[in-house]
């Protein structure tokens, strides 16, 4: 099954920090760029950062910038995201996508997988 394969969520305190995973399972993600996207409780999923495949990086959502930071390795097929300072505001699941070039909307994005959330909580 083509799909992504989300990790490294869980629950941490306000301040916090997590490295979420996003592996590719029955595909090589290099041709790809790959977005984060998140859905908090009683929200629709929205896109929040995007790395293309030469590594440039666009954000969505300025509440992430100076704190969360998106990385990949196609020799591992696999995309990171850093998270520093946590906020009870970032609690969500969170998902990676794939698509020819980045966007924020969910509309035309493949592979998705079946996210892991993360709580921040005291």
């Known amino acids: 099954q083509l799909q992504f394969v989300e990790s490294g969520g869980g629950l941490v305190q306000p301040g916090g920090s997590l490295r979420l995973s996003c592996t590719a399972s029955?595909?090589?993600?290099?041709?790809?760029?790959i977005g984060w996207f998140r859905q908090a409780p009683g929200k629709e999923r929205d896109g929040f950062l995007c790395?293309?495949?030469?590594?440039?990086?666009?954000i969505y959502d300025d509440s992430v910038k100076e704190r969360f930071t998106i990385s990949r390795d196609n020799a591992k097929n696999t995309v990171f995201l850093q998270m520093n300072n946590l906020t009870p505001a970032d609690t969500a699941v969170y998902y990676c996508?794939?698509?020819?070039?980045?966007?924020?909307?969910?509309?035309?994005?493949?592979?998705w997988g079946r996210g892991t959330p993360v709580t921040v909580s005291s």
């Open positions: 029955g595909f090589t993600l290099d041709a790809y760029a």
């Open positions: 790395i293309y495949q030469n590594g440039d990086i666009t």
């Open positions: 996508a794939a698509r020819a070039s980045c966007q924020r909307s969910i509309y035309g994005m493949q592979y």
